[in-house]
């Protein structure tokens, strides 16, 4: 599995992919959070960083398909994927590599971020008037939301061979367990349980998480979503065999 995780990240940063995938979400998350009027930290005159939080699983919903498209679409495309499929691995360390390969670059376009907290914290009247544990815990908000939005992204490479299919089919199924389990929750047919078919979806946690109260519930939901497209994905490649 470490094998494919290596092969896979280094494949990453040799191409434009992760370049641009972190260059796109820096530039956007900076101008909201600084330049554009309605959004900026300096006209808004709070000491928090709710711009990046609220925008960043909207970039990620874009960015962290075009980065996974490749990842089976490719090797079905180009035929090497039998050739893949034949080393002494498993099926699941194969997408598990591929996984944590495209997971750890989505990661990586945050780790930048770190120097907007820092920013706002000096800039805080006093200084340090930041709610540090909503940071802290919207960040591990975002942790889970890329790596569900990444377990997505690789179960819908796996369903075909062209890139551009998987690309729209991940960016659908990510807005879908994102928000649409919102939306689907506010026609007014529910009644009571329209609560319940919220917390389906990954706004509903998400928003937990960034309140700064890590919740086992909201932790387990992320990891369960995570496992589900995992296997998904392993299914689709176990059907070669029936």
Known sequence: ????????????????????????????????????????????????????????????????????????????????????????????????????????????ALIPTLLYYYTVYELGNPQGNIDSAAVVGSYLGLVFLAGVFTAIGIFASSVSDNQIISFVIAIFLCYIFYTGFELIASIPVWGGSGYVISQLGIAYHYTAISKGLIDSRDVLYFLSVIAMMVLSAKLVLSSRKW
């Not at 530039?27 to 709710?50: C, H, K, R, T």
């Not at 960015?63 to 679409?73: C, E, G, N, S």
Request: proline share 4%; charged share 15%.
């Open 1 to 108: 599995m470490f094998a494919i995780l290596k092969k896979e990240f280094n494949g990453f940063l040799n191409s434009l992919i992760a370049y641009m995938v972190i260059t796109v979400f820096l530039v956007a998350i900076g101008m909201f959070m600084w330049v554009f009027p309605e959004s900026n930290v300096l006209d808004y005159g709070f000491a928090d960083m709710q711009t990046l939080f609220n925008m960043a699983p909207w970039l990620f919903l874009f960015l962290i398909p075009a980065i996974t498209m490749r990842t089976f679409a490719e090797e079905k495309r180009e035929g090497t994927i039998e050739l893949l499929l034949t080393k002494p691995i498993t099926d699941l360390q194969l997408i598990l590599g591929k996984y944590f390969a495209a997971l750890l670059l989505a990661l990586f």
